[in-house]
């Protein structure tokens, strides 16, 4: 069983920033890629950004250079930072791991106000 916690979530103004973490515990020995996709109430799931076992990164076009994707092995972790957030950036965030199987978190809202 393999367990995703994602926290980091919140309300926030916009212009400013925040750090969505997703810890990954249970029986996953390592992360392979890990992702965070995004659902905004009425629209589909889309990918946000994803990093690669080696490092490399890829971005939705609606966020680059405004958000960075990192792992930290050791700790089974995926961050998403967060800056110079827009209203439209308000959504449910999920954390998506790819090790044997994939797993999805559970989402963490993220509220942008204008």
């Known amino acids: 069983q393999v367990q995703l916690v994602e926290s980091g979530g919140g309300l926030v103004q916009a212009g400013g920033s925040l750090r969505l973490s997703c810890v990954a515990s249970?029986?996953?020995?390592?992360?392979?890629?890990g992702a965070w996709y995004r659902q905004a109430p009425g629209k589909q799931r889309e990918l946000v950004a994803r990093?690669?076992?080696?490092?490399?990164?890829n971005y939705a076009d609606s966020v680059k250079g405004r958000f960075t994707i990192s792992r930290d092995n050791a700790k089974k972790t995926v961050y998403l930072q967060m800056n110079s957030l827009k209203p439209e950036d308000t959504a449910v965030y999920y954390c998506?791991?790819?090790?044997?199987?994939?797993?999805w978190g559970q989402g963490t809202q993220v509220t942008v106000s204008s």
């Open positions: 998506n791991v790819v090790a044997l199987y994939a797993y």
């Open positions: 249970g029986s996953i020995f390592r992360i392979n890629v």
């Open positions: 990093i690669s076992s080696g490092g490399s990164t």
